[in-house]
C-alpha cells in the first residue's frame, strides 16, 4: 500500500509541475516571474552542465571497461603460462 501512495503523491507533485508552466504559458506570472520564460532560461543554463556530466559518465563507464578488458587480458596470459 505504501508503493501506491508514493505513486499517487508523485503523480500529483508531476501534474503541479505540469500546471506550473501550463499557468505560466498563458502569461499570468506566479511570484512575480513568467514560469514559462523560467523554463526556457533554466533548460538553456543546465544543458552544457547536462552535457559535462554525460559525457562524464560515459567516459566514466568506458574507462571501467577498458580497465575490465585489461585485467581480462592479463588473466589469459596467465593461464596460458601455466
Same mark, same amino acid.
Given at each position: 500500500?505504501?508503493?501506491?501512495?508514493?505513486?499517487? !503523491?508523485? *503523480?500529483?507533485?508531476?501534474?503541479? +509541475?505540469?500546471?506550473?508552466?501550463?499557468? =505560466?504559458? $498563458?502569461?499570468?506570472? &506566479?511570484?512575480?516571474?513568467?514560469?514559462?520564460?523560467?523554463? !526556457?532560461? *533554466?533548460?538553456?543554463?543546465?544543458? +552544457?552542465?547536462?552535457?559535462?556530466?554525460? =559525457?562524464? $559518465?560515459?567516459?566514466? &563507464?568506458?574507462?571501467?571497461?577498458?580497465?575490465?578488458?585489461?585485467?581480462?587480458?592479463?588473466?589469459?596470459?596467465?593461464?596460458?603460462?601455466?
Amino acid at each position: 500500500m505504501k508503493t501506491f501512495i508514493k505513486m499517487v !503523491i508523485g *503523480l500529483l507533485i508531476a501534474f503541479a +509541475g505540469v500546471y506550473w508552466y501550463y499557468v =505560466g504559458r $498563458l502569461g499570468r506570472p &506566479i511570484l512575480g516571474v513568467n514560469s514559462w520564460n523560467a523554463l !526556457i532560461t *533554466l533548460f538553456v543554463g543546465g544543458f +552544457g552542465l547536462c552535457l559535462l556530466f554525460f =559525457g562524464l $559518465l560515459v567516459a566514466w &563507464i568506458e574507462y571501467e571497461d577498458w580497465k575490465w578488458e585489461r585485467e581480462e587480458a592479463r588473466t589469459k596470459r596467465r593461464k596460458k603460462r601455466k
